[in-house]
């Protein structure tokens, strides 16, 4: 009775909790394995928000990239139409200067977080590269984890495509002529910067998408390690339970047994 009711009382606290291995004491080893796995799984979480924040970051750089971009293109319409020797050069280059001042202004406004992609110093302090924590890798079961970044490189539009120092006055057809051969090769020079971070951009997703699976599959191995199998337990619970009220009216019977046989010298 004892032991059908030592039983009974385990498989109630399995059914309670939900775990089958709630403790070190229930299973040392599979106890030991499941903390380490929890372990590396609230390290993934925390490098989800870091991969969160380089997406964030590097989106910013690429709708910057990809609007100057378009402004480098209205920029070039423009000295297509100056072309001609009987159109009014002073007011396309107003435009051209407006649109000069507004890429000037996309490439100092595209920063998140003190992070800027398209400057040439990223964090005001020299940096020409982004480090993004990306994984945690862990050499055997015991091993110390080792967590790894992805860089992202600045495309350094400030420098590259800085049209106020290095893009020539349109003041006639010739002066034109040579703009549009530099604003050419600005455009090929931004275009290369926004391909370059969409494909960073696509990586730091991918890289996500792969670290939540990774922990998706970590939690399932845990449940498959520790956990009660409810309809196991339920079962047994009823076992036990019939195996109980059996061992009562056993030990009833037995208890039962002395008097009867004290009566037979009545």
Known sequence: LQTVTNNL??????????KRVGSASDNAAVWAISKTMESDISG???ISDSLAL???TVAVASAGAEQVVEKLTEIKELLVSAQ???VDHDKIQNDITKKTEQVASIISAAQFNGANLLAADVDGNGATSVGVLASLDRVGATGT????EI??????????VDLASN??????AASAATALGEIEAFLTTAIDGAAALGADSSRLKDQGGFVNKLSNAMKQGISALTDTNMEEASARLKALQTQQQ??????????NAPSAVMQLFR
Do not use: K, M, R, W
């Open 145 to 148: 984890p080792a967590a790894t």
């Open 9 to 18: 009382t385990e498989t109630q606290t399995q059914i309670s909790t939900g």
């Open 54 to 56: 380089g997406e964030a």
């Open 167 to 172: 893009l020539t006055t349109v003041s006639d």
């Open 44 to 46: 993934f979480e925390a």
């Open 84 to 86: 001609s020797e009987n």
């Open 151 to 160: 860089s992202i490189d600045t495309v350094d539009f400030e420098t590259d």
């Open 246 to 255: 059996l061992a009562v009216q056993t030990l009833s019977i037995a208890n």
